[in-house]
């Protein structure tokens, strides 16, 4: 496989039955044609891990491709509830362990530093703990005092979403960065769909802004439009109205499957989904340019 | 004097707590109007942080979620969530928090877990999110809910945030930086702890009672022994915290 | 005192005698004209952090304002030896603490995150531990394996120059990034020196550079030139010149003597120093621009 | 034959050692010229990281110390000091790096800290910066030094970097990631560890001799059974070599 190639085979060639998978992305950046297309391929028994599930994994797992998720909060933000998450965790399809989203992100970190853990300060809430033995403690050899520890995650694959990377895999990102970085440095293999790829010499004009190196990627997939319904800060929107419309399609089985149907298993890829989204949908997500002022790195 | 919602109503509340200079870790919704009211009037120095690590936002539209694009647009600053949970966070610069939940009890513990067992669950809700660290470590925080009995039962079913656990001294043994709950802004009045951490009735809207306000609570709840009155919402204060939210998105009655 | 002040009255704010002071910096962007002030108002017992002492904490313990160093790498970069700081070691006149890098800068992360210690993994070269209590041992409560522990830095006072802030004391920095951010965090107080002055809203139009907020900044000074004979990306190079000539002036204490004479106390402040190197040191270290691609944010 | 000097013959010698695709922990000087001369030879796709933070440097004029602007402008990627030791380093994508050191020792083991007693010290130097997290998390590791008697003692003042320890199979126990030394190229050959971890002379430059190692060595050096001799250097790749280094600044006799 080349390094720059299609998401479908990305997905063929790095993703299997049974992987831990980070998808990474805190509100932003959510690589939604990824999960798609893993539904698409029928991967099974993956351990879905992420701080916010969010409605990509909500499709995964309606999708029938996990048999485990971690996670930090497992809402529809500003929605409410992921509804095909609970269903399967109520009807004893799904494990689940849980976390906060500093311990969750604290895991991660410590799989990017190459730490077989981090600590974390006491929260006094000692319930979570009760329900989930990877929160352990240790004294802290210089007060005596305790400190909470989470053991490193490292997750077979990581799937980031970038606003742009060379053919190299070299990625750039702004806006909000969630995980984005600690879950491609914790991971085995990375994957990495982005909005545009572009010449090194644009990466090699704002070396700070790259966040990812290319050394450390496994596939680089051209996807636009990557993260609808999440956003991709500067090049579309986030799509509110399919948040909403997520919560009746998830509370209705037969529904949810129609979707599934229509959506997923009935394209193609992300240019099918784009393009069936309609002309309306993408004025409605569309955004006016607003530039960074550059800076000088000068010719040294 | 105006007709005014509840929602309105305890965000101007809550908007009375927050002091100028404070850092606020603010979600969306109404604690995010309550700091944009506060910035509006007394408070012109809080600085806002979104716990997706946005720092002094300037959005040009109503925030519907914490990871609004809106909030990055124009922003002073924005990072990481490791960073936002490390540097900010557990380093003690948040003055403030504000926390949701579907339980809240006696001693302020808040529960955003699971209503029933754990294992198998009557309502599984979304879990901690920031909720664990943010009740540990900033100076104080705050909530605000409707005040309904299910909402206030005598010991949470799962306790996602400390508040004073079993009681004030509990919280102090073990260690946690911050000063727990301060106030629960209600529709009805304000509960804030007394000195055994206790949650008390201190003050009343205008109109409501200590019986109701005892009638919606799930434990023998006590009055303090001066207990007041809330200044009513100002022309003033409805008019710049309509102008934040003109769909009322949030601060219809339903809000 | 206003936050955007002078650096002479930001210096007589902030720092007092007995402080702890990391003035941050690898390599680039060391605030050598806050040493120079430093100096210049005596102050006297300062514990000086820094992963690399440099110039700036050789001059500083040249002019009698160090009881202690810590550091982690103590040479003059690319040159040789920091002879001033030797001198004192070898008199006995100057206390040290010495790290490796990692653990040097392990120590202000841990400060900066507000932990009590940070984990590292074993290096197996033990000798300095043993001349350091500070490096403890902790057992992996995971795999049962052993790790490495250093504990929390937290100085009194942080100086971190950057390339623009606002008046506000929102910072943006760009280039080699060392320890800047972390040292900020870690401080009790917060001195900022910035090339430039720049209105909020260029910070605003690029919130991912912004690395230190001006909410836990105490004191904006406008030094332009403040890095030499370190640089500024983009806005003056390296005088490699410097650095060998130190060398020899640090030789010899006679010579050193009249160095801090001309060059420190017989100057008012960094404007003073920069018409005083003239106008050929001036063409030598300027750099021609080269700018940054810009980020597209859009107006969402 | 070209005449070449003791820089260019080791430069030269370390660079044949590094393989495409290596990820390489690099300072400026010999180890600088030898990756770049490598990538310009059989190991285009060597990745460069400064320990300054920057991936994929570009310079546009010979970097003079790690932390020289000309690194940054045009490079791939620059992060913090933290990152680059926690994220890249002590992650294990580390495959190469180089250590310099004023001893090494008959097990590997390098001394950057002090010569003499640590407190009261004969010579100061800098101290271990990253090597002591290199020696331990890169792959493998190589020195480019010298052959002289008072820089390969019998064992070191103090241990800055851990080679061997006092034996392969210590570090083995030690449970370092890192395969530690795998060459030490000098200007009469190059230095191997043996199965035991002690560094044996495994091959000789064009006219150097195993007796004028011996001399130069302060441990009963041994030799490996097959003795091999060095490639005397190519036309191609001194022509390389001095186009990096034109004003000969590290590859001059004295350099």
Same mark, same amino acid.
């Given at each position: ?14 993703? #299997? ?49 996990? *048999? ?9 933000? $500003? ?175 037969? #529904? ?27 004025? *409605? ?16 | ?89 557990? *380093? ?7 926390? $949701? ?155």
């Amino acid at each position: 496989m080349a390094k720059l190639t299609s998401l479908r085979e990305a997905v063929t060639s790095l993703i #299997r039955d049974g992987d831990c998978v980070y998808a990474a992305g805190f509100t932003h950046l959510i690589p939604f044609a990824a999960g798609h297309e893993i539904i698409r391929q029928q991967r099974r028994n993956l351990i879905l891990a992420r701080a916010t599930p969010d409605l990509i994994y909500d499709q995964m797992i309606a999708g029938g491709c996990a *048999r485990k998720v971690i996670f930090s909060y497992a809402g529809n933000p $500003g929605v409410g509830l992921l509804k095909a998450m609970r269903a399967a965790i109520e009807a004893g399809r799904l494990e689940w362990e849980e976390y906060s989203h500093f311990s969750m992100i604290s895991r991660l970190t410590a799989g990017a530093a190459g730490l077989p853990f981090l600590p974390m300060n006491p929260t006094a809430a000692e319930d979570l703990a009760k329900v989930n033995p990877n929160f352990k403690r240790l004294t802290d050899p210089y007060s005596g005092r305790e400190v909470i520890t989470v053991p490193a995650l490292n997750p077979d694959v990581a799937i980031v979403h970038v606003q742009r990377a060379d053919a190299d895999g070299n990625c750039q990102l702004w806006g909000i960065l969630g995980e984005q970085r600690e879950a491609a440095f914790a991971a085995d293999r990375v994957l990495i769909t982005a909005e545009e790829i572009v010449d090194a010499a644009v990466i090699r004009s704002d070396p700070n802004r790259t966040l990812i190196p290319g050394f450390i990627v496994d596939a680089v997939c051209h996807v636009p439009h990557c993260a609808h319904p999440s956003y991709s800060q500067g090049y579309y929107d986030r799509d509110n109205t399919f948040y909403l419309e997520w919560d009746k399609i998830s509370s209705d089985p037969e #529904r949810l499957k129609a979707w599934l149907d229509e959506w997923v298993y009935g394209l193609d890829d992300r240019e099918a989904y784009w393009q069936k989204l309609g002309p309306e949908t993408h004025r *409605r997500l569309q955004v006016e340019p607003r530039w960074s002022e550059p800076v000088n790195y000068g010719k040294h | 004097m105006d007709t005014f919602t509840a929602p309105e109503l305890m965000t101007i509340n809550a908007a009375r707590m927050l002091r100028d200079g404070d850092v606020v870790f603010v979600g969306v919704g109404l604690p995010n109007l309550a700091c944009n009211l506060a910035r509006r009037t007394h408070a012109p120095n809080l600085v806002m942080i979104y716990e997706s690590g946005v720092i002094g936002a300037q959005p040009a539209r109503l925030p519907l979620s914490i990871g609004d694009p809106s909030l990055v647009s124009g922003a002073l600053s924005v990072c990481s969530m490791y960073d936002i949970f490390a540097f900010y966070l557990q *380093r003690g610069l948040i003055s403030v928090g504000f926390m $949701g939940g579907a339980q809240i009890d006696r001693f302020g513990n808040v529960n955003a877990t699971v209503i029933g067992d754990y294992h198998k669950p009557k309502v599984r809700l979304p879990g901690s999110g920031g909720a664990m660290e943010i009740a540990a470590w900033a100076d104080r925080w705050f909530i605000i809910t409707p005040h309904q009995k299910r909402r206030f039962p005598e010991k949470v079913d799962f306790c996602t945030s400390a508040g004073f656990l079993s009681g004030r001294s509990q919280r102090t043994q073990s260690g946690v930086r911050g000063g727990g709950p301060q106030a629960v802004v209600t529709d009805l009045g304000i509960l804030e702890p007394d000195e055994t951490g206790e949650l008390v009735l201190t003050q009343l809207h205008p109109g409501a009672t200590a019986e109701q306000a005892q009638q919606n609570t799930g434990w023998a709840l006590r009055t303090a022994p001066q207990l007041k009155n809330t200044d009513p919402p100002t022309v003033e204060e409805l008019a710049l915290l309509r102008d934040l939210d003109p769909q009322r998105i949030y601060l219809s009655s339903a809000g």
